[in-house]
T-cell receptor, first 113, second 110 residues
Framework: IAGITQAPTSQILAAGRRMTLRCTQD?????MYWYRQDLGLGLRLIHY?????TTGKGEVPDGYSVSRANTDDFPLTLASAVPSQTSVYFC?????WGTGELFFGEGSRLTVL | QKEVEQNSGPLSVPEGAIASLNCTYS??????FFWYRQYSGKSPELIMS????GDKEDGRFTAQLNKASQYVSLLIRDSQPSDSATYLC??????????FGAGTTVTVRA
């Protein structure tokens, strides 16, 4: 089934640990995004990539890094997790950059203790 | 001020009624507007997009846009229990990044 696959689905992590959330899409979309969703705050953009090889910062990039080595993969890394990074993380993609018509993965629920 | 504001809800409507969801945005240069639906525990899915002032209808859903008032709304006619979800308003800002509101939770009572 075409779409976006995220892993892990859920993870509990000790503060200070490094964590990478994986995201893979098979739709050959150029643009990819990472959002976090927190109660009362909605979806906030962490990082984005408008095409393979380029990335950019969103609204809340601190503490996170991304890479886009190819079209399909867009991993999000927390170098040293803190409790405020407890959230649900959604990876999304769109055929081209600048459209608001996003396709979302199923999400990764991360708890940092 | 958040870039996108939605009426906080929750909104409870009886089955068959009209649910009305409102959204305002701060970036006057925004050109495209979207409504996403998110069922509990699931990911958001796009249900409507609107780019021009006026109404756009798709089945039981109608999106309304007024750029002068910086206002976009979603009407759900003949509401069904399956419409119970959180509805997210999203706006493409001047730098082409999509900004989301916090969402309005709708419950349709059978």
């Amino acid at each position: 089934i075409a779409g976006i696959t995220q892993a892990p689905t859920s993870q509990i992590l000790a503060a200070g640990r490094r964590m990478t959330l994986r995201c893979t899409q098979d739709m050959r979309h150029n643009a990819m995004y990472w959002y976090r969703q927190d109660l009362g705050l909605g979806l906030r953009l962490i990082h984005y990539s408008n095409t393979a090889g380029t990335t950019g910062k969103g609204e809340v990039p601190d503490g996170y890094s991304v890479s886009r080595a190819n079209t399909d993969d867009f991993p999000l890394t927390l170098a040293s997790a803190v409790p405020s990074q407890t959230s649900v993380y959604f990876c999304a993609s769109s055929p081209v950059w600048g459209t608001g018509e996003l396709f979302f993965g199923e999400g990764s629920r991360l708890t940092v203790l | 001020q958040k870039e996108v504001e939605q009426n906080s809800g929750p909104l409870s409507v009886p089955e068959g009624a009209i649910a009305s969801l409102n959204c305002t945005y701060s970036d006057r240069g925004s050109q495209s507007f979207f409504w996403y639906r998110q069922y509990s525990g699931k990911s958001p899915e796009l249900i409507m997009s609107i780019y021009s002032n006026g109404d756009k209808e798709d089945g039981r859903f109608t999106a309304q846009l007024n750029k002068a008032s910086q206002y976009v709304s979603l009407l759900i006619r003949d509401s069904q229990p399956s419409d119970s979800a959180t509805y997210l308003c999203a706006v493409n800002t001047n730098d082409y990044k999509l900004s989301f509101g916090a969402g309005t939770t709708v419950t349709v009572r059978a």
